[in-house]
């Protein structure tokens, strides 16, 4: 599980938390903006979510974690043309990040299953 093994390895993954709260910042300064297109805010969304793959410091379960992402780029690009300028991803991807800081790992699922829920019902729509 990608979320045990980030906690599991929480003292090595400084670097990839810090690169997960520049990608946050980095966010809300694309929203500022509000004339960036939206592949540019696909393009914040996965990277947030590879350096997740990267946090969790096991190459065999990131280049998973990375094949899924791959996998889903197409219906997330969708759920950015609902939501244009990354509102609910700041939201989300701020819960995690806040998640993992608390290292623990109920929050942190707790986390992740609202945004899949949150991606889950924006492809409906």
Known sequence: NIVELIIK???KNMKER???QQNLNTLK???LEKKLPTKDFVANDIEFLR????AAHNTVAERIYN????FFEASIQITHSKHPYGEIVLEVHQSILEAIESKDIS???EAIDHSVDIWRNLQKE
């Open 9 to 11: 390895n929480y003292e």
């Open 18 to 20: 810090m690169e997960l």
């Open 29 to 31: 300064r694309m929203q």
């Open 51 to 54: 350096i997740l793959g990267k």
């Open 67 to 70: 094949f899924i992402i791959d």
């Open 107 to 109: 929050l942190i699922r």
